[in-house]
């Protein structure tokens, strides 16, 4: 982010008190300037369809997940429902599902060997995290299954934007663009009404809402995202894809340079932001190690810190390095690995 | 709030871009400014101790209630454990306790005829929502139980302070001290780190944190708040129990000039944050009716909107009136009230 005064925000003292923000909307506690925000730029951008949805926000969209997972169980006639994701899942999905002991939901893991019988939601995080790859529903069935679909990921400096996504539950972050993270905003774009109402229930009896101060903020910076995502010196976007590219090309090189490790390879594709095709270049590495090692445990010698596999519902033998960090903590990743990338 | 500049805050595009606050921090996402200012204003009104105590943030205290309950279930060897709270109980807690079906917990209604065995957890409300009393905890055993104290109204606008609380786990938010519910800010003072520490597992599955804005000005007016409150133009405890007495003197004149309606008589008592004895002005007037009626239905019929008491556990010619809203609300609210007094 550069430091442009365009990106600050002032609120006076006796600015945003209430609880409520358009007591006419679904969602009551959601700024409408925050609406137009998240409107604007997914149009700007062309990732996701924002016509005839309803904007639910949350603290962030682990808070939103949570929100939607209350809300399509709820409405389901059969409870506990089923939640499924695909290996490798993020790991995150496991906890959210599982530490309030809900009966209205159940962890249930791969949704590839998923053969419960009952009502299902399938997590689809794409493109994928922990590994960048594009995804689809893998249960098939011809009924009683929901989706919730993840695209926290789908800006065009992680992946090639190939399409306005348009599903019945869409999960967006304000983390994840930018990185502001501490700002703990995220947004659902959702068909179904009741799908809204029930999420808004959720949030409201969860925390009464989210922080105006936050939704402020966020519409200025994903205003000033909007306004300048076609001037190639400004655009965020741009600075954002060749970071990304710049960070990959130079993992790429040391993990080829030797014998011990691998990346998934990515399609290149033609981004319609862009209008060019571009390389894929997620925020997460998924490493692996050709041998079957503990390459977690590995790493950890060599101080450098990654989730293990294992918690994604994958092997051990991978890890998921973050690919965000800042540039003096990647390189010093980068100089780590470098001096064990031909360990035997 | 005065219109004044020492409230406004100014925060620029690159800063509170973290998930993290002090990794040190059993709460990692507190910012160690609002930890400062939240002891430095219990300190200075002297209503809470803060010493050997953990401070957990929380979206607004209905998401520290919850993680709270998730600590004190947890932690218990047997779940689910029964939540109580004496009648007439915030109506909240009900839902709170509720909506998601955790075979942690379990809402159990009025602890005055809380009977089942097994562990518990008491909600105590002090002063009270709805009625502004003070509490204790009434349920009368030995062992098996937990008490979590929501003293979110224990300033000295809405009651005198008589004592410094100190118990395992109390709550207080930001938004019942100003009036600035929309920054979803709110504070657990607790005394187990295992407590503590659970409260902030639940706080990051459930949003990973509290938003850095709402934190960032928090901390300014709170800091504000303290520096002003010895200095009698200026200081806001001073203009919000002024505001409150007003308000209820003309509430009660209403009331009492006619046969219909009732209202709690509270002690006066020594504040000693006033250094004075004081009114007791609770932040909702729990309004009776001297007939058998449904004084919810009544006051609707009359265009005023209140929360019938049955929500409460209580009885439905009670109803909760806010004695917060703005000063032409209030106005028109006693105007209504006035033409119904004599009602028979």
């Known amino acids: 982010m550069k430091k442009t005064d365009k990106y600050t925000v002032v609120i006076q003292g006796w600015d945003l008190m209430s609880y409520f923000s358009d007591t006419r909307d679904v969602c009551w506690f959601l700024e409408p300037e925050l609406a137009n925000a998240i409107k604007a730029l997914h149009g700007a951008i062309g990732n996701a369809v924002t016509e005839e949805r309803y904007i639910v926000v949350g603290t962030g969209s682990s808070q939103l997940c949570q929100a939607a997972l209350f809300a399509l169980s709820s409405l389901s006639e059969v409870q506990p429902v089923n939640i499924v994701a695909a290996?490798?899942?993020?790991?995150?999905?496991?906890?959210?599902?599982?530490?309030?002991?809900?009966?209205?939901?159940?962890?249930?893991?791969?949704a590839r060997t998923f053969d419960k019988k009952g009502p299902y939601?399938?997590?689809?995080?794409?493109?994928?995290?922990?590994?960048?790859?594009?995804?689809?529903p893998v249960v098939n069935r011809t009924e009683g299954g929901k989706v919730i679909h993840d695209f926290a990921y789908y800006w065009p400096h992680y992946t090639p934007i190939t399409r306005r996504e348009d599903h019945d539950l869409m999960l967006f972050t304000f983390s994840k663009i930018t990185g502001?993270?501490?700002s703990r905003i995220g947004w659902a774009l959702v068909k179904d009404i009741e799908v809204a109402k029930k999420m808004v229930h959720y949030l409201t009896i969860n925390s009464i809402g989210v922080s105006k101060?936050?939704?402020?903020?966020?519409?200025?910076?994903?205003?000033?995202?909007?306004?300048?995502?076609?001037n190639k010196s400004e655009s965020f976007f741009e600075y954002g894809y060749e970071k990304m590219k710049s960070r990959w090309e130079r993992l790429r090189e040391i993990v080829e340079s030797g014998d011990t490790f691998t990346l998934p390879n990515y399609p290149q594709a033609f981004c319609n932001f862009f209008g060019k095709t571009i390389s894929t270049t997620p925020a997460f590495a998924w490493l692996g190690c050709k041998e079957e090692r503990d390459l977690g445990s590995l790493l950890k010698e060599k101080n450098v810190l990654a989730r293990g596999g294992d918690r994604f519902g994958s092997d051990k033998k991978y890890v998921r390095i973050s690919m965000l960090s800042r540039d003096h903590d990647f390189h010093v990743f980068l100089q780590r690995l470098a001096t064990i990338k031909d360990l035997k």
């Open 121 to 136: 939601i399938e997590m689809v995080t794409s493109p994928n995290n922990p590994e960048g790859t594009m995804r689809e």
């Open 213 to 230: 101060e936050s939704q402020t903020r966020a519409t200025t910076i994903l205003n000033e995202l909007t306004k300048t995502c076609r």
């Open 87 to 110: 290996v490798p899942f993020y790991s995150t999905y496991v906890e959210e599902a599982s530490y309030l002991q809900s009966n209205l939901y159940k962890w249930e893991g791969d």
């Open 180 to 182: 502001h993270a501490g």
